[in-house]
């Protein structure tokens, strides 16, 4: 199984809702990475999660709160989000977070496809 | 200037045309992917390199890492090629990722 699934894959909410968007993997990853992509651009990287802890906040507003229960899932929690906050918002994983020539630059990241996002 | 920069940013080719989208990183790097998105936003992880040349099907990636500059060429071109190509890089001091702007190519029948 090498696939990482998100849901919902479409989702629509107000300025003052509460949603939450889901990630999940079975490929054994220890790093999972949140990432935000408007139209026509590339994807910006938001939290990286290695082994279960936040070792990356890309100074993201405290609106996206993220949350790793265990290393299989990834949450992405959402608050009080603004009009600009509508974006595609893409999750990834990867057997680890270090890695390079060390170990032989055989570490990539698998990507989820996506939940489209739109605030009104 | 931005880390990883591509060209074409749009490019149109007619069915059965051979594609090369280029792509030049200013950063270390211990891997370069090619990646492709299709309008539903998913991304397809093509190629991850780090050396030399990689084909798959109609698909061959090439990097020269002495000279910081990757490319991806399509043979035999097809409308289902479609899509966003972005090459990204993996930083040579941990596993984060940086995009380049991506090259939309439109293939007509």
């Known amino acids: 199984d090498t696939e990482v699934t998100q849901t919902p894959k479409h989702l629509v909410m107000g300025m003052t809702n509460k949603k939450s968007l889901k990630c999940e993997q079975h490929m054994g990853h220890r790093a999972m990475y949140w990432y935000k992509q408007k139209a026509k651009k590339p994807p910006e990287l938001m939290f990286v999660y290695s082994y279960e802890k936040l070792s990356i906040n890309e100074s993201v507003p405290s609106r996206f709160s993220p949350e790793c229960p265990n290393s299989s899932l990834l949450n992405l929690h959402l608050h009080a989000l603004q009009p600009e906050d509508s974006a595609l918002y893409l999750c990834?994983?990867?057997?680890?977070?270090?890695?390079?020539?060390?170990?032989?630059?055989?570490?990539?990241?698998?990507f989820g496809p996506g939940t489209r996002l739109t605030v009104t | 200037k931005n880390e990883v920069e591509q060209s074409p940013q749009n490019l149109t080719a007619q069915e059965g045309e051979f594609i090369t989208i280029n792509c030049s990183y200013s950063?270390?790097?211990?891997?370069l992917h090619w990646l492709q998105q299709h309008p539903g936003g998913g991304i397809v992880s093509l190629f991850m390199l780090s050396s030399g040349k990689k084909k798959h099907g109609r698909l061959i990636a090439t990097i020269n890492i002495q000279e910081k500059h990757s490319s991806l060429h399509i043979t035999a071109s097809h409308p289902r090629d479609s899509a966003v190509y972005i090459c990204a890089v993996r930083l040579s001091n941990n596993n984060d990722m940086r995009f380049g702007a991506g090259t939309r190519l439109t293939v007509k029948p």
């Open positions: 950063v270390g790097i211990s891997a």
């Open positions: 990834a994983s990867s057997q680890d977070r270090l890695g390079g020539l060390a170990a032989g630059g055989r570490i990539e990241q698998y």
